[in-house]
């Protein structure tokens, strides 16, 4: 294929950051999606419920787009494409749990129609248009993961997508070491590889080890037990059935995502729970506590969780007290951190026993550990390597896992969101697209940008100062107020000497602009502004958002 057109290949999200993992491939003039996924808001996006990849890019491409291939059916691999369906059609590639849970989302924002469903199984390949791929099984903390190959002008791609070097996983299906060696005997031109355990040291522990704490837990405890965790989790939430049934307990799940993962699960048979040990949450007051275990959502304090309605002893259900256990089953997600911690106090003082990381070992990541990423660089040799799905620390440390096994430092590229990457001979980072943040607010999708953000940022931080004055129309002469509201600035009890001083300034002010026959709204309300921001400055350090409604008489 030598004389051919590189390859090129666009990150619109992933790298340098958590979640939205992202990527276009482009080859012949087509493009392969590589994972559709959004991430959650942090705290510096007051207001905002998603944040998804830019699609501008993929917008303006739309008719070279070929396909899209989802590794697994994490949120932040797939929770962006119900919304990229909007404006496009696209086949779309998975394994078969990753397109049951995909299937509901679709169906939920009424685009299930927009994709041509195709099952990719671990083991074997597929084409479409330009793009020859082979499908290899990976172990993660959700079933059916795979990494995907793709073979270019230069050589193959090898995307890892999420995984662990777990020996002994709970379904048996180990990360397929021997595709990967095989692919390596091929020749990797270009290793994209997972980086969020970068910077943990040694080995990530097995799924298994996970299961004789949850069995301890459960059977040493007195009454009922809850256990959070992700409802993707679905291993885990297999060993917590398996948990409750040594113990001879019956499980209620929890929560609508802990609902549709499970039923696609059992469908599928990845999941194995008798009807007889499934009891609806509406019973479980009818039944002896003892006998009870509650599978939940909620494990990283999302406000309205069932988990933080029953720490604030305000879940339907469910009323936590004295002598209940409750098992948070997952990691913190970075930036979580506060809100899991406030949850974890609510769960505290109900007086019920918390088990949580890293107090016990009731959790095992789902991502390679620093000796597994070095594995994976030695067991591939490729000759270029590009980290990818972490923070730019991340992305750093496993770099430097890469050039100590051996590859030359000038081999390793650290790309961020935005990079286009041209895998010719050589790789090379060659020029950037549009990739920002698109965030979901309500049912609004993109219409809230960085200038809403901050005023946002400013009312919650200052709060607001709205200005009502009434003026003659023709000689700018103040004829009702001014009168001052104020919402998050100062309590007007308190501060009413700050208001009525403001309340004089902005009167001195009209009546300057009034001699001088100033009526322009504008002019008068940047006026009042300047005057207010100033003077509300000198007195609180504070710079609320000031909002002149100027009603002409």
């Known amino acids: 294929m030598t004389g ?39 705290a510096e996006m007051p207001g905002i419920d998603l944040v998804l990849p830019d699609f501008e890019y993929v917008r303006e491409n739309a008719g070279r787009l070929q396909a899209a291939v989802l590794t697994h059916g994490h949120e932040d691999h797939i929770g962006a494409l119900p919304y990229l369906l909007r404006d496009v059609r696209l086949p779309v590639f998975g394994t078969p749990l990753t397109l049951a849970l995909l299937e509901g989302k679709l169906e939920e924002h009424g685009v299930r ?57 709970l379904d048996g299906r180990a990360t397929d070491l021997h595709a990967l060696a095989e692919e390596a005997q091929r020749g990797v031109h ?81 999941l194995t729970v008798p009807d007889a040990d499934v009891v609806p949450i509406e019973d479980i007051d009818r039944l002896d506590p003892q006998r009870v275990v509650v599978i939940c959502t909620g494990s990283q304090g999302e406000p309205l969780s069932a988990l933080s309605l029953m720490a604030a002893r305000e879940h339907k259900w469910v009323k936590l007290d004295e002598g209940d256990t409750v098992v948070l089953s997952s990691s913190l997600i970075p930036g979580n951190e506060p809100a899991i911690h406030r949850t974890v106090d609510g769960l505290y003082r109900t007086g019920a026993d918390v088990f949580h990381l890293p107090a016990a070992p009731v959790h095992a990541s789902g991502h390679a550990a620093a000796e597994e990423l070095r594995l994976m660089l030695s067991l591939v040799r490729p000759r270029w390597f590009i980290p990818i799905h972490g923070e730019r620390r991340q992305l750093a440390h496993h770099a430097r896992l890469a050039t100590e096994v051996g590859l030359p430092p000038d081999h390793v590229l650290i790309a961020e969101d935005g990079d286009r990457v041209e895998v010719g001979e050589e790789v090379r980072i060659v020029d950037r697209v549009p990739a920002g943040m698109t965030y979901v607010d309500g049912l609004g999708i993109g219409d809230v940008g960085e200038v809403v953000l901050r005023d946002r940022r400013k009312l919650s931080a200052d709060g607001v100062v709205v200005v009502v004055v009434g003026i003659d129309a023709h000689r700018g002469q103040v004829v009702a107020g001014p009168d001052l509201v104020n919402r998050g600035f100062v309590y007007d009890g308190a501060a009413g000497d700050i208001l009525e001083e403001a309340r004089n300034r902005v009167m001195l002010s009209l009546q300057d602009s009034a001699q001088d026959q100033v009526t322009d709204r504008s002019v008068l309300q940047q006026n009042i502004r300047r005057i207010l921001g100033k003077y509300f400055w000198e007195v609180t350090q504070r710079k609320p958002i000031v909002l002149p409604v100027i009603m002409e008489v």
């Open 190 to 270: 270009l290793l994209l590889s997972d980086s969020t355990n970068a910077e943990e040291a040694g080995y990530t522990a097995s799924e298994r080890t996970v299961g004789p704490v949850l069995n301890d837990i459960v059977a040493r405890a007195p009454k009922r037990v809850v256990v959070a965790c992700f409802s993707s989790h679905i291993h885990r939430i297999q060993q917590v059935i398996n948990a409750a049934r040594a113990s001879e307990r019956v499980v209620a799940f929890l929560g609508r995502s802990m609902h549709q993962s499970v039923a696609a699960a059992r469908e599928l048979g990845i």
């Open 4 to 42: 051919a057109a590189p390859a090129r290949l666009v990150f619109l999200g992933g790298v340098g950051e958590i979640g939205r993992n992202m990527a276009a491939l482009e080859l012949d003039g087509r493009i392969l999606l590589l994972d559709v996924g959004l991430s959650f808001p942090h």
């Open 113 to 169: 129609d927009k994709a041509d469903f195709r099952t990719a199984t671990p083991g074997s390949g597929a084409s479409v248009g330009p793009f020859t791929m082979r499908f290899l099984r990976v172990t993660h903390s959700i079933p059916d993961g795979m990494a995907v190959a793709v073979d270019s002008p230069a050589g193959t791609i090898l995307h890892s997508g999420d995984f662990k070097l777990d020996q002994t996983p």
